[in-house]
């Protein structure tokens, strides 16, 4: 009895060692193996990043600026390119900041003011009477020993009613007047030139011309400037005109002349003709 249970447990025993020894074995194995994996993976990567970094190094070290050279085929194409840029910006697109492709500026302005006849000859004769007009002013401007001019240009109209007459009759004339001015100080202008005139004796009540002719004048104007916005000005001026005729009409004869004041104000205004 006590024989086969000494048996029993040596077999147990036995069987217990085997199994511990197996298991053993696999769990050694295993582990070696994945040690070696790891170390396999980590020598490769390593390998391939110092690799990486030696080629990178390489290619920096043989570089350099100043070995680039650029084709005179290079050259042309970047010029035919450029031009077709150009020419396309320039048929599609339009340069916001000159408004528009082209434009020409006009200083201009509007007059009005009262045409007083001052002369011994005219005063005598006529009434005081109303002149109008549109001005284009600094048409041409230069500078002449540090004085600035400008060239500028007025179309106006004056009319004046005869003071002793059987009917009520008018003298309307239709100025044309290119002139020279010169800037004296920072608003205050002194205005000088020519002009050419259309003058008609006019029977107010029904506008039939009874006399016309034409005739020559020169002035001298003495102007203000005040700045209203911007580029926007109001004028105040003063001008002693003399004119006369080139025929024999009622008062504006061959030999007399007549002088006259006007007094009025104005505008300047630039106005830009684009297309």
């Known amino acids: ?78 010029g035919e390119y450029e031009a077709f840029l150009n020419k396309y910006y320039d048929d599609n697109f339009i340069d916001i900041n000159s408004r528009f492709i082209r434009q020409i500026e006009f200083i201009s302005g509007g007059i009005i003011g009262q045409k007083i006849p001052f002369g011994q000859n005219a005063k005598s004769a006529l009434k005081n009477g109303i002149n109008f007009g549109v001005r284009f002013n600094d048409i041409l401007n230069f500078k002449f020993k540090k004085l600035n001019f400008a060239t500028n240009l007025e179309f106006s109209y004056d009319s004046n009613t005869f003071r002793n007459s059987n009917s009520v009759t008018d003298v309307n004339i239709f100025n044309i007047e290119p002139s020279l001015s010169l800037n ?80 009025g104000i104005g505008t300047i205004i630039p106005i830009h003709l684009m297309y």
């Open 1 to 78: 009895m006590n024989n086969d249970l000494i048996l029993k447990t040596s077999k147990y025993i036995l069987i217990l060692a085997l199994t511990s020894f197996i298991f053993s074995e696999d769990k050694s194995d295993s582990e070696s193996k994945n040690i070696e994996i790891i170390d396999l993976f980590y020598d490769s990567e390593s390998t391939l990043i110092s690799a990486d970094i030696e080629k990178t190094s390489e290619f920096y070290e043989d570089f350099e600026l100043e070995s680039l050279e650029i084709k005179d085929i290079d050259i042309v194409t970047f």
């Open 184 to 263: 004296l100080i920072k608003n205050i202008s002194l205005k000088s030139g020519l002009g050419l005139m259309s003058i008609n004796i006019v029977e107010s009540s029904n506008g039939k011309i009874l006399d016309h002719a034409f005739g020559l004048s020169s002035f001298l104007e003495l102007q203000y400037k005040i700045k209203v916005y911007n580029n926007i000005h109001l004028t105040i001026f003063s001008k002693a005109k003399l004119e006369k005729s080139t025929g024999d009409i009622r008062l504006y004869n061959a030999s007399a002349t007549v002088e006259s004041l006007v007094f």
